[in-house]
């Protein structure tokens, strides 16, 4: 049905002395020679100094966030570190007698929170696992360094380069309903 | 200058030879080193590219303007490259044959300096003609010296002992059959015109009676195909093709035997240049100015040497421009071009001429 017949007619001789075909491609070069040497039409990007804008969405290095008060939202459910499909995430929960979450009416948060990012494959689950919105896919897409310990991002390193995240307040409000709790005006008969 | 005149004739002769020799050697190693980036810098502006533009010594940054610009045209990359080149590990595989892969670098990059050797490149400077050697039977030198440059490249494939460089090796045979013939025979019209072999001959005729070029068109396009073909450029990169062959035949090189074979390349295109130029385009002459004729005057002597310097230079930008031109030949299709194409235009080119010239 969808047949094109394609014309294969043989070269004429004018055709068959290569004419043509170095003239058309002297044509192209020269035009393309023209455009970056005078209109400075180069598709190249000076790397280190011109650098591409990084769209909304776009998934790089996963950094822990802290909320407005600056505390930590990370509150160590593990679920991340479950869910990490390279098992770039280790996480030390505070235990027993740890030290309390610095976010209030928060029941814990993380001893150590340590991501790989040697084995992190920027995959976003952790950030889609994620109950309390504390660990997001940030813009970061160049991450060197000297060695693989280097490499191994630990908590306080994360949250500094992860910055503050509004997001969903839960634990903010429902401090604030069980304050309500307290005084709440109980009529007593 | 004064007491150069009371040396033997045989003493000026050999002080002044090992002088143009030296100064030639440089200018041919510098012109390779520039060829290199003008061929980096052309290409990329052919393929909407920047090109080399961060190589800057510590100095420039005392040369005000023009340092950084200097910096983006990549003036300093010649230098970092030859550095490179010297510092890399040479590194022989234990499987090649060690005589002839140390021998094929060699052997292809002295016949590329060699045949500099007679081509005039200026008139006079002073009394002492521009020319190294003033052969008489300079251009069969030069055909002679060239061919054994292609001996190298086969060299270097036998000896790599792998399979890319052996294919490359094959290759370049193939193609020398292919395109040495109709070479010769191509530039045979001119010297039924000049009737002489000499090259200063040559270049003195032209300036008298115009451009080759202009008389024979086809004996020029026959020589510049031939010449591409020669100089191992595309479209007749048979023998190295690293699209293919992972770069022929010297594969397996490394270091400073590598760079011999780059820089034979494009020694090998400087000296094409400047045969062309020579044979066709009237060597060091520019006509309708005072500096068609070899002058005594040191100002027009070194004028003379900018005339001939500018239109190799021409012909090296057209070696790197038609790089990006043509998708290389098969060499089913070189042999075909060569010999059922262009050897017998020659020779049709060489009667036709005889008979002209005869009436």
Known sequence: MSTKVVDRSPLTFYERTYLPAILGGLKVTAKHFADTVFKGKSVTMQYPEERWVVPEGYRGAPYLVKDQDGATKCVSC????????????????????GQPADRRNAEKMPKEFEINMLRCIFCGMCQEVCPEEAIFLQKDYSLTGESRTEMVFNKEKLLKLGGTHGGIQKWKHKLEEAEAQETFPVQTR | MESLQYLSPTTQFVLFSALKILVVFGVVMTGVAYAVLVERKVSAWIQDRVGPNRTSPFFVDYIPVIGPFLVRLGIFQPMADGLKFMLKEDFTPNYVRKVYFWLAPAIT???????VAVIPFGSTLGSEKMVIADLNVGILYTFGIVSLGVYGIVLAGYASNSKYPFLGGIRSSAQMISYEIAMGLSVVPIFLLTESLNLGDIVKYQADHGWMILKQPVAFVIFLIA????????????PESETELVGGYHTEYSSMKFALFFLGEYANMI??????????????????????????????????IGVFLAKMAVFMIVFIWVRWMLPRFRYDQLMDIGWRRFIPVALANILLTAVVVAL
């Open chain 1, 78 to 97: 593990q679920l991340c570190e479950f869910v990490c499909p390279p098992k770039a995430i280790r996480i030390t929960p505070p235990g027993a007698e």
């Open chain 2, 109 to 115: 990059v002295i016949p590329a300096l060699m045949t």
């Open chain 2, 227 to 238: 010449a591409f073909a020669e100089t191992n450029r595309l479209p007749f990169d048979l």
């Open chain 2, 271 to 304: 000296a094409s240049s400047a045969m062309m130029v020579t044979l066709f385009c009237g060597g060091w002459t520019l006509p309708g100015t005072l500096l068609s004729t070899p002058s005594s005057s040191i100002l027009v002597g070194l004028l003379h």
